[in-house]
């Protein structure tokens, strides 16, 4: 198994990098007037494409204005598929599309961005809008947007990023709505250092991890997701996120908390986490050192590994004050419900637990409340708990594999 704390690492160090090179560089691409627009022009009153803008070696087109529409108007701005390489070094280069310059009321619509380094980024923005933009084949990332605030990201398209397909970095207030991304080798989309953010009904299909929350990003909303064929959503090193009415189906692991604070993970669908991907865990739901975390009213079925699991693999804390309420879970090969020995103060309550390939709960810590709880027809027991269970009382298991149906507490 992939460890996720090490994966969140990792990956926010080489984005952060990366990142920090295109926020501190200056353009040096001069003025053009749009009746000479080409490779590196700088726009400053709207303007509309009448002509694709192909094999630039470097930047495609920079906003230089506030309050300024870039209609593409079907066309397509086109990199020479070059790395940028070392040409960081002479300032922003190999951007499909800048905005690095801070400026304000920018839109950008309705076209392709492709072969760059980053399709199209925004550095100190507000209340820029990028719609229907499709991004495809760009080396790091499709979208970048860093420092900024008020952004609109929507009914965009991503195909086959080096990295990812949409990144965000030290802003707030903005919204990634409605758009799809696929086959991104890194994150679809991933947030570090931003709060206050809302992504919702965006499709990802195919990418290798799917949605990542990091970095002491605060109060987003991560809601009406879709996320199929691997992926998975990530929060990490944040508090106060919410993950609600999501849908994942044969995602790599389902949702996976790595030291996440206050977060509410509620009414979620999780289906097959793990199938087809034998280098992961398989997990539906994960708290992973997490604590303080609501987690009610979410399916979890069919996957590989335990459907709701409360433990601290590897994270540096424990898990703790966590509240496990109303879930359903069917495991193809594991628990249903685990709480392991490292997690402290968890409450489980008015779950349901049915046909789990082990116990329909298992739980391996002291001081874990278990009450009013259903754990029927599991291949081994009903509810497996140690003697320092707390026994809330109403739970119920009939039809279990183990004859002895629940231990420790009564049924």
């Known amino acids: ?8 690492c990792a990956f926010t160090s080489a984005v952060v990098a990366t990142l920090a090179i295109v926020a501190a560089a200056g353009s040096t691409s001069a003025p053009a007037s749009v009746a000479q627009l080409g490779c590196g022009a700088i726009i400053t009153t709207d303007t509309t494409l009448d002509s694709d803008l192909t094999n630039c070696p470097s930047n495609g087109i920079v906003i230089g204005a ?3 529409t870039l209609d593409l108007n079907g066309h397509t701005v086109g ?8 040409c960081f070094d002479e300032g922003i280069c190999d951007l499909g599309i800048s905005n690095d310059g801070g400026h304000a009321g920018v839109t950008i619509t309705g076209g392709t961005v492709r072969g760059f380094d980053i399709g199209t980024s925004v550095v100190g923005g507000s209340k820029n809008r990028i719609q229907r933009v499709t991004l495809a084949n760009n080396s790091t990332f499709g979208m970048s947007v860093g420092d900024s605030t008020a952004i609109r990201i929507e009914h965009n398209s991503s195909v086959d990023e080096g990295i990812s397909g949409i990144v965000m970095f030290d802003s707030r207030d903005s919204r990634i709505d409605r758009n799809s ?19 919702e009904q965006n499709v990802l299909t195919g990418d290798q991890h799917g949605i990542l929350i990091e970095e002491s990003s605060n109060d987003n909303e991560v809601t009406e997701n879709r996320i199929s064929h691997g992926g998975s959503i990530e929060i990490g090193h944040s508090g106060d996120n919410r993950v609600e009415g999501n849908v994942l189906t044969d995602p790599s ?3 996976l908390l790595g030291e996440a604070q206050r977060t509410l993970v509620s009414d979620n669908s999780v289906t097959d986490a793990g ?3 034998p280098n992961t865990g398989g997990f539906g739901i994960l708290l992973d050192g997490s604590d303080d975390t609501l987690v009610e009213r979410n399916a979890v079925t069919g996957g590989n590994g335990p459907a709701i699991f409360v433990t601290s693999l590897e994270s540096e804390g424990t898990s703790d004050r966590n509240v496990i309420s109303r879930n359903v879970t069917n495991s193809r090969l594991s628990d249903g419900f685990l709480v392991n020995g490292s997690a402290t103060t968890t409450l489980l309550e008015r779950n349901t637990a ?10 391996s810590a002291a001081g874990t409340t278990v009450t009013r709880n259903t754990a029927n027809f599991n291949h081994d027991l009903g509810i497996d708990a140690v003697p320092e269970v707390i026994d809330g009382g109403g739970n119920r298991a009939r039809g279990n594999g183990n004859p002895l149906q629940c231990t420790n507490v009564a049924c």
């Open 1 to 8: 198994m992939n460890s996720l704390v090490h994966r969140m």
């Open 253 to 255: 692991d389902g949702i």
């Open 181 to 199: 991304v696929t086959g991104a080798h890194g994150y679809a989309i991933a947030v570090f250092g931003s709060s206050h953010n809302r992504l």
């Open 275 to 277: 199938i087809g991907f």
């Open 79 to 86: 990199g020479d598929g070059v790395p940028a390489g070392s």
């Open 354 to 363: 049915v046909d789990n390939g082990h116990d329909g709960i298992e739980v």
């Open 66 to 68: 506030d309050d300024i």
